[in-house]
């Protein structure tokens, strides 16, 4: 079946340390995107891909950085710089345009250790 | 910034009663989409409308939407236990390229 693939389901970062969320997708869709939640709130825009080797920054880019090398991969790091990772990351993929549907994986939940 | 606001924030309703949530948005859109969270998992999409269409339907779902209002409306009919859940609308602004969520209502149907 095709689908989106998130990993890890958990991860926990230590002070200063940069880790990264995968996310892979057999849809064969050209656009990806990763979004952040925080409890009880909506989806906010880090990043965004409508094909391969380019990406656009969302609404919250800062502290975030994404490769799409593979049209099949878009990873997330989250780095140092981001003073509060601590969220529910959400990475989906659709056919561009926007308009179109997008397909979510089952996030990644990233805590502060 | 959050283009769509949905209300109520939380609604909690028997099973068999329906379940009404509102969508209201800022800016000109190319359409509306509607989603649903179940807790702990990724969105799933449950329909979309296009601006120039004012009513659809999907089999327990009805969506309407009215632009000279900027706003959208999701009813869940006949509820089961099983639509407990959040439900998010997100627009495609006509001058974006991205969908922008609201907040969410979470819906709790009791069995």
């Known amino acids: 079946d095709g689908g989106i693939t998130q990993s890890p389901k958990y991860l926990f970062r230590k002070e200063g340390q940069n880790v990264t969320l995968s996310c892979e997708q057999n849809?064969?869709?050209?656009?990806m995107y990763w979004y952040r939640q925080d409890p009880g709130q909506g989806l906010r825009l880090i990043y965004y891909?409508?094909?391969?080797?380019?990406?656009q920054k969302g609404d919250i880019a800062e502290g975030y950085s994404v490769s799409r090398e593979k049209k099949e991969s878009f990873p997330l790091t989250v780095t140092s710089a981001q003073k509060n990772p601590t969220a529910f990351y959400l990475c989906?993929?659709?056919?561009?345009?926007?308009?179109?549907?997008?397909?979510f994986g089952d996030g990644t939940r990233l805590s502060i250790l | 910034s959050q283009q769509g606001e949905e209300d109520p924030q939380a609604l909690s309703i028997q099973e068999g009663e329906n379940a009404t949530m509102n969508c209201s948005y800022k800016?000109?859109?190319?359409?509306l989409q509607w989603y649903r969270q179940n807790s702990g998992r990724g969105l799933v999409h449950l329909i979309l409308?296009?601006?120039?269409?004012r009513e659809k339907h999907s089999g327990r779902l009805r969506v309407t939407l009215d632009t000279s209002k900027k706003s959208s409306s999701l009813l869940i009919t006949a509820s089961r236990a099983a639509d407990t859940a959040s439900y998010f609308c997100?627009?495609?602004?006509?001058?974006?390229?991205?969908?922008?969520f609201g907040g969410g209502t979470r819906v709790l149907v009791k069995p």
């Open positions: 997100a627009t495609d602004e006509a001058a974006g390229n991205k969908l922008t």
């Open positions: 989906a993929s659709s056919i561009p345009p926007t308009a179109q549907p997008q397909h």
């Open positions: 891909s409508q094909i391969v080797n380019d990406f």
């Open positions: 409308i296009r601006s120039n269409e």
């Open positions: 800016t000109s859109i190319n359409n």
């Open positions: 849809l064969n869709h050209d656009a």
